[in-house]
């Protein structure tokens, strides 16, 4: 049970160029999650997807967009890479939208962009 | 915004030695969940309590909620150097699972 699975692990961009972080479980997990962490700000939510075929902003999306590909697969894009998204990201999924479940987390991409 | 706020940032402690971690939030919540992340790794859930809930216990691990004063503590009893890690208060305070996350609290158990 390989639980929360982000790929790549590492990336190292150029100002203006875009990727695709990729994320999937394999939990049957309805909810699913991105989060960036920086450095003393602890983690802020991306964008987040309740349920397959639905996706919301959260408290900074600026930047991103997100694909929730299947009921497994939630992938998140940067168009045009700026050195203020250098962060460690965070996908993480949930059984249910509805509250008191606990989040179960990737193990992360750290990007670089210079 | 950042919804819950650690206290203090950083703790070294003697293993054996107990290790509280304090979490204050600004509006009122749904739940509150604890998380640790180990150096390099995702987080991993502790604990859980819910806005009715005062006191909760999982193992070594303690969780006090106080809704009045909005704060919440962590006691980690007799820790141990596999102890060493982050730890994260998140909110819920919509019930739908968008957890607001503090800054974290860093904690060194020396052997």
């Known amino acids: 049970n390989a639980g929360v699975t982000q790929t790549p692990k590492f990336q190292v961009l150029k100002t203006g160029q875009s990727m695709t972080l990729q994320c999937a479980q394999d939990m049957n997990h309805n909810s699913m999650y991105w989060y960036r962490q920086d450095p003393g700000m602890g983690l802020r939510l991306i964008y987040y997807s309740a349920s397959e075929g639905t996706t919301d902003k959260g408290e900074v999306p600026n930047g991103y967009n997100v694909s929730r590909l299947n009921k497994r697969e939630f992938s998140l894009r940067l168009e045009s890479a700026a050195p203020s998204q250098t962060s460690v990201y965070f996908c993480a999924s949930v059984k249910t939208g509805t509250g008191g479940s606990p989040l179960h987390f990737g193990n992360g991409t750290r990007l670089t962009v210079t | 915004s950042q919804q819950g706020e650690e206290d203090p940032q950083a703790l070294s402690i003697q293993e054996g030695e107990n290790a509280t971690m304090n979490c204050s939030y600004k509006t009122s919540i749904n739940n509150l969940q604890w998380y640790r992340q180990n150096s390099g790794r995702g987080l991993v859930h502790l604990i859980l309590i819910r806005s009715n809930e005062r006191e909760k216990h999982s193992g070594r691990l303690r969780v006090t909620l106080d809704t009045s004063k909005k704060s919440s503590s962590l006691l980690i009893t007799a820790s141990r150097a596999a102890d060493t890690a982050s730890y994260f208060c998140?909110?819920?305070?919509?019930?739908?699972?968008?957890?607001?996350f503090g800054k974290g609290n860093q904690v060194v158990v020396i052997p």
């Open positions: 998140a909110t819920d305070v919509g019930g739908n699972n968008r957890l607001a």
